[in-house]
């Protein structure tokens, strides 16, 4: 047999000749591989290039001007409105308070100095943390929250992600920390339309920055993350759960001590409803904005304009309290009209206190009217529950002015039953009363006579119910109130308060009215007869008033009562005009009686004072107001008697409730009713101030048959006075030249006894006295008989 041939033997699987081929497939997949890498790298050098060459502009950061609301405030500095998108204070750093910063950073970016942009250890520890705990910080530093939301839309893309991160290092290279933060603390969006923490301290808690404690600064600092979910008046539980929270990371960062940190987890916080202001002046407000949009367009709400008001904080207050009381007080006389709306309420009693707060969220509080749905109701007792889940019950008195709706033959839209929407308010005592929201509505304004500045306005109720303004724009007819102009036009024409007018009926054509015959009558239907004009004008003599108009001239009068600021074409030239059947504001009349009160100027009302941009640069002043012979409306000898009569008014007339409440004697004031008591009104002053109260419908209607300005107005205006007036010494007003007192009463000294009109004479109704002044030789004999 022959031997084999020989061969190449056969290969070991570990043999050199089965490595090399394996060894070159890996090096060329290794050299692939590291190809592809060198590749991306490259790539992504290349993005990363690109990307940071198309970074924006950071000149909105380093040259930061935030959008700023106008905000208005009262003479003392008081807050009372803010207009804008954005509700946002701009602080700079050195003046936010360190326990804000510290409580910020403890939270979000506690290695905020020590980063440069990107905290890289943050970004791992996130990463941990994440898988353990729900309450992790997340990995964007502060710079990074800046860069996003100055630059960046809310999309969570890797794109995004990667130009926060450069934007970030690029913020870095530009500004400094203090800057950054200061950006960060200014700009941040914390709900309630707020921006910055600034505006968040006042609208959560009602107090500026530099008084937050540690609890308060925490619970502000756990807005950024999250504003809706951790906003303590719409989730006070999960927004108290963050604030603990960050309470012992300000104590795990060194931020607090132990003792801090146990009084700050202790402290229960006070929160700021919405509807709360220091001072209700939301009609100054808006008329304030009105009058800095026309003279800056819609730049004045992001400049961060601050205007002054002329407005005085304690008056405002006291004038919004007053007029409230007094319209509720009229309201409680009115018939009751029935709850606002009916509820069903389940059978569950646990059930029970949801639908209440469901079934109140569309009815709020009306300040101290407070909403309720009746949980049970009989005759002599309802018990009713609040939006806040508290139960009232109201007995006795307290359920006079609802007692149709509690009869059991009460219509069924009118009765009070179970699931009644309500109205309560709480007395002085802490006992309830039903009642209801009103339909009347009124108006208060005050004004400095001798400089024209506003001290209090009240253009309504409610501003949230009603935002017309009834003192600048409600034209209404200002019935006796109006009396006094044509009063102080007759004492041009010779009348005297002592002048004798015939207090009987009259009855004129219709040629005379300008509409129909007409027969007026006084309020109470009584005639006098013959009475001097004091005592007319004291007791609101309506055929007194005519008669002095028809004797002096429906013209002539018409033109006098301009020199007080009424417009001539509003008070049409008929007799009617005696009895104040033209129209006017409420803040024409406390213009008009300024020009009493102050002697005879007319000083035209003044609101802002002066208007600063936010970093208190002054940019108007209004100058100062005197009293000049330039501002002179009437003579001073005028004012002076027109004064002396409505001195009358308060001391025995139809006001005289105001002296004998007040316990002074410097007041001076008309009431006004008007025909079918549609208007009431109380028009009065002191020699520093004057103020006009008017009450009425807003689509004119019978406020009652014994309703009038003496009843319904006054009232409002004398609790505003003993108040205003407090501390502020009794002032009689001083005669100037050219008055005489004879018999105890005051006379120009021209038209003093046997010169002046002594007796209007009344055989002819159409006659016309109007006396002529006395020449030089006249008067200074008359003079002459006075001295002796």
């Not at 207050?317 to 709306?341: H, I, S």
């Not at 006295?769 to 200074?780: C, G, I, K, N």
Request: aromatic content about 8%; overall charge neutral; some cysteine.
């Amino acid at each position: 047999m022959s031997e084999p041939d020989s061969a190449t033997p056969a290969a070991s699987p570990g043999s050199t000749r089965t490595r090399l081929p394996l060894i070159g497939a890996l090096g060329r997949l290794l050299l692939l591989l590291l190809a592809l890498g060198l590749a991306g790298l490259a790539c992504g050098g290349i993005a990363l290039a690109l990307a940071y060459r198309n970074l924006p502009d950071l000149s909105a950061l380093t040259d930061y001007r935030p959008k700023l609301p106008m905000r208005v405030f009262s003479a003392e500095g008081t807050l009372l409105g803010e207009f804008g998108d954005e509700r946002r204070q701009f602080v700079a750093f050195g003046d936010i308070p360190r326990v804000m910063k510290d409580a910020v950073l403890a939270i979000e970016d506690a290695r905020f100095y020590e980063h440069g942009g990107v905290d890289y250890r943050g970004v791992l520890r996130a990463a941990v943390e994440n898988l353990r705990d729900a309450h992790s910080q997340g990995a964007s530093t502060i710079t990074m929250q800046v860069a996003r939301n100055f630059y960046l839309s809310t999309e969570k893309t890797l794109t995004r992600k990667l130009y926060e991160v450069l934007l970030a290092l690029d913020i870095e290279r530009h500004m400094s920390k203090e800057q950054i933060l200061e950006v960060y603390m200014n700009q941040i969006y914390l709900g309630q339309r707020a921006y910055g923490f600034a505006a968040a301290s006042e609208i959560y808690f009602g107090k500026p920055l530099k008084d937050l404690t540690i609890a308060e600064a925490a619970m502000l600092a756990g807005l950024p993350k999250a504003p809706s979910a951790y906003n303590p008046i719409a989730n006070p539980r999960r927004a108290a759960t963050r604030q603990q929270y960050i309470i012992d990371r300000m104590l795990e960062n060194g931020f607090i001590n132990a003792e801090q940190h146990a009084l700050a987890k202790a402290q229960v916080l006070k929160l700021r409803r919405p509807t709360d202001m220091p001072v209700h002046a939301e009609y100054v407000a808006e008329t304030a904005r009105q009058l800095i949009y026309s003279q800056y367009g819609p730049d004045a709400y992001t400049r961060g304009l601050h205007v002054y008001t002329t407005i005085r904080a304690a008056d405002q207050a006291v004038a919004y309290r007053a007029l409230r009381k007094g319209l509720m007080d009229y309201e409680r006389r009115q018939v009751y009209r029935g709850p606002e709306a009916f509820v069903d309420l389940p059978a569950d009693p646990k059930a029970v206190d949801a639908r209440v707060a469901e079934a109140l969220s569309d009815r709020p509080d009306n300040d101290e009217l407070r909403a309720a749905v009746v949980l049970e109701a009989s005759p002599k007792k309802v018990v009713a529950a609040l939006q806040s889940g508290d139960l009232v019950t109201v007995t006795g008195d307290g359920l006079r002015p609802v007692t149709s709706g509690l009869s059991s033959k009460a219509e069924p839209k009118v009765q009070i039953r179970r699931g009644a929407v309500v109205r309560v308010i709480k007395g002085a005592k802490g006992d309830w009363t039903m009642t209801q929201l009103p339909e009347v509505e009124g108006a208060f304004v005050s004004m400095d006579p001798r400089t024209g500045a506003l001290v209090a306005l009240v253009g309504g109720f409610d501003w949230g119910k009603n935002k017309f303004n009834h003192v600048t724009q409600a034209w209404r007819q200002p019935g006796s109130s109006f009396k006094p102009f044509i009063y102080s036009a007759a004492l041009e024409k010779g009348f005297t308060p002592s002048t004798i007018v015939n207090d009987g009926p009259l009855f004129f054509d219709a040629g005379s009215t300008g509409s129909q015959p007409w027969e007026p009558k006084n309020y109470d239907g009584t005639f006098d007869g013959p009475i001097p004009l004091r005592r007319a004008l004291a007791k609101s003599k309506n055929m007194v008033s005519i008669r002095v108009l028809q004797s002096i001239g429906v013209g002539y009068a018409r033109d006098w009562v301009t020199r007080f600021g009424f417009d001539r074409e509003r008070h049409e030239p008929y007799l009617t005009m005696a009895l104040g059947a033209g129209s006017v504001t409420p803040l024409q009349m406390v213009t008009a009686y300024g020009v009493f009160a102050n002697g005879g100027h007319r000083m035209t009302p003044l609101l802002v004072s002066k208007v600063t941009d936010d970093r208190g640069k002054l940019l108007f002043q209004a100058p100062a107001r005197e009293l000049t012979e330039a501002s002179r409306a009437i003579d001073a000898r005028n004012a002076f008697l027109m004064s002396s009569l409505l001195q009358e008014v308060t001391r025995s007339g139809t006001a005289a409730r105001a002296q004998a409440t007040l316990k002074r004697s410097d007041i001076y004031g008309k009431t006004g009713t008007t025909n079918d008591s549609m208007d009431a009104w109380f028009a009065g002053y002191h020699p520093t101030l004057a103020a006009v109260v008017w009450i009425g419908y807003d689509t004119p209607r019978k406020l009652g048959d014994r309703e009038t300005g003496g009843g319904l107005s006054l009232p409002v205006w004398i609790e505003y006075m003993a108040t205003a007036l407090q501390g502020v010494a009794v002032a009689e007003m001083q005669p100037p030249a050219g008055i005489v007192n004879i018999g105890n009463e005051w006379y120009f000294e021209e038209f003093g006894p046997g010169a002046g009109v002594g007796t209007l004479r009344t055989e002819d109704e159409d006659q016309r006295v109007v006396p002529q002044a006395p020449s030089d030789d006249e008067r200074r004999s008359i003079l002459d008989l006075f001295k002796r």
